[in-house]
Structure formats: C-alpha cells, structure tokens
C-alpha cells in the first residue's frame, strides 16, 4: 500500500514561515492534499490539488509537490496555526485513500 | 453549505456491532462519495470506506471483512456498521464527503462532521 511520510513536529516563532513535508514514492504524479486538525475539532482542508486554496483559507497557506515530496507552506505564521496537519492523496490503483502520518506545529 | 453530522452510541461492547449515521443537510448526494475516517485517541487520520449515491463501495482492505457502509437517500444519510469490534476500533469516528475535482484525480474530503466518539468497552 502506499505510504506518506511526515515529520512528527515542526515548530517556527510567530510570523516566520513553517514548512511542512510529505514523503511518498514518486508523489510528484499525485494530486496531494493538506488537512489541519485542532484539538477537537474535526479536520478542515486547507489546501487540495497540490496548491490550490478552498474559499475562506488565507493565502498565507500554500503548498507545492515535486518528485517524491509535497510541502505545505504556511506564511507569516499566527498562534492560531497551532494544529496537527495531515496530507492526504488517492492512490488511483486500488481506489483507496491515504493520509500522511501528520505533523503537530507548535508556534513557540 | 452542505453540513453533515454523526449519530450514535457513544459505547459499544466488545466483539458486538458498532453502527453510526450521517445525516447530510443543505447539499444533494449525487456526484460525490460519501466516507467515514477514524482517528483513534492520540493517533492519526485512517480511512474507512465510502459510498456513492449509486450504491457502489469501497473500504479499505485493513477492514473490508467487518465493514459495511450503505445509503439511504430517503432520509439523507448513508450509515456505517463495523462489526466484532476490539479496543482497537476505539475512536473518533468522522463522516465526509468526497470531492473528485474537476479531473477526477484530486479526490479529497472536502466537509466532515464534527466527530463522534465511540468507546469499546471490554
């Protein structure tokens, strides 16, 4: 099956810039998508199609994919991008689909 | 803006049946699929399986043997029933809708509930 790799934590000082990373094997041919996760609450997707934004998400929140890794950028980050980000792709071979493994970013 | 909601007991014993539902609000059920993810506590995101309104499944092979998601488009909801269940199935258990993008290829969760936990009780 396949796998997404992310870094267990990521942690950047208000108004510097948090990139966060998602390993797979050859993810550059996937279309990636990026979740963030507060504490109870459920997921909200900030980012699909690899770098396109769903109305309402600042466009301090952008992402990229190449080769065998996708980022998720955020910008000028706030305290309030405290949260656990996910990525996320469909894996058009078995019609399944898989989340990364997900990231807790701390804003110090 | 479509909103959807889970329903269901909160406890269920182990080796018994665990059956939730969604009930989907202010959006039609036709041109998406209709999922459930789970996050057990403390871990992360894990998908279940989906729905189409046409009846077709998919689950994801971990747990296709004791899972089962059907639909009823009477009421605007689609169901989920994962059976013989284990202190492993204990989790936050998310309904969410599938968004195929343009092409077909950028399928992702595009709305989810707020979560419904469920407790395996031994």
């Known amino acids: 099956s396949y796998v997404l790799t992310q870094p267990p934590s990521v942690s950047v000082a208000p108004g510097q810039t948090a990139r966060i990373t998602c390993g797979g094997n050859?993810?550059?041919?996937?279309?990636v998508h990026w979740y963030q996760e507060k504490p109870g609450q459920a997921p909200v997707l900030v980012v699909y199609?690899?770098?396109d934004r769903p109305s309402g998400i600042p466009e301090r929140f952008s992402g990229s994919n190449s080769g065998n890794t996708a980022t998720l950028t955020i910008s000028r980050v706030e305290a309030g991008d405290e949260a656990d980000y996910y990525c996320?792709?469909?894996?058009?071979?078995?019609?399944?689909?898989?989340f990364g493994t997900g990231t807790k970013v701390t804003v110090l | 803006q479509v909103q959807l909601q889970e329903s269901g007991p909160g406890l269920v014993r182990a080796s018994e049946t665990l059956s939730l539902t969604c009930t989907v609000s202010?959006?039609?059920?036709?041109?998406?699929?209709w999922s459930w993810v789970r996050q057990p506590p403390g871990e992360g995101l894990e998908y279940i399986g989906y729905?189409?309104?046409?009846?077709?499944?998919n689950y994801n092979p971990s747990l296709k043997s004791r899972v089962t998601v059907s639909l009823d488009t009477s009421k605007n909801q689609f169901s989920l029933k994962l059976i013989s269940v284990t202190a492993a199935d204990t989790a936050v258990y998310y309904c969410?809708?599938?968004?195929?993008?343009?092409?077909?290829?950028?399928?992702?969760?595009?709305?989810w509930g707020q979560g419904s936990l469920v407790t395996v009780s031994s």
């Open positions: 729905i189409y309104y046409s009846g077709s499944t």
């Open positions: 050859n993810i550059g041919s996937k279309s």
């Open positions: 199609d690899n770098s």
């Open positions: 202010g959006g039609s059920f036709t041109g998406y699929y």
């Open positions: 996320q792709v469909w894996d058009s071979r078995t019609d399944h689909y898989v």
């Open positions: 969410a809708r599938v968004n195929f993008g343009g092409s077909g290829y950028a399928r992702r969760f595009d709305s």
